[in-house]
């Protein structure tokens, strides 16, 4: 085996990693119960699904065409940074909508800070 077949099994391998973790993601999606577990599985799983693959397509075009993609290196960064991020927002905006927590859900620690009525600043 040479460097180039060697570099493109690694890059197919990443590529497959990489739809593998969609995949669970999606089914993540489907299985989670309530919104905060599914942003969990649409931020986590699908992030590192996305990097994954980005990653073995920008490494496809090193070895192959000794060519550097400076637009799938801003979009691995771009997905890294945003995509949790989102998924914190929307977890963070669907608890202070009151959305319901699943029914095996044991605790909620966010109750005792968030709506706590005895602290001087907060509003009625």
Do not use: Q
Not at 98 to 121: G, S
């Amino acid at each position: 085996m040479n460097i180039n077949e060697i570099g493109e099994f690694s890059t197919a391998l990443l590529i497959l990693i990489g739809a593998t973790m969609s995949m669970v993601s999606a089914f993540g999606m489907i299985r989670f119960p309530d919104v905060y577990t599914r942003a969990h599985a649409a931020t986590k799983s699908s992030t590192l699904a996305v990097l994954l693959t980005l990653s073995g397509v920008f490494l496809f075009f090193l070895v192959s065409e000794s060519f550097i993609s400076v637009r799938l290196l801003l979009g691995i960064v771009f997905v890294f940074i945003t995509a949790p991020v989102s998924g914190h927002l929307v977890c963070r905006a669907a608890y202070r909508s009151n959305v319901k927590l699943a029914n095996v859900t044991k605790e909620d620690e966010l109750k005792d800070v968030l709506h706590n009525e005895d602290t001087p600043d907060s509003k009625p």
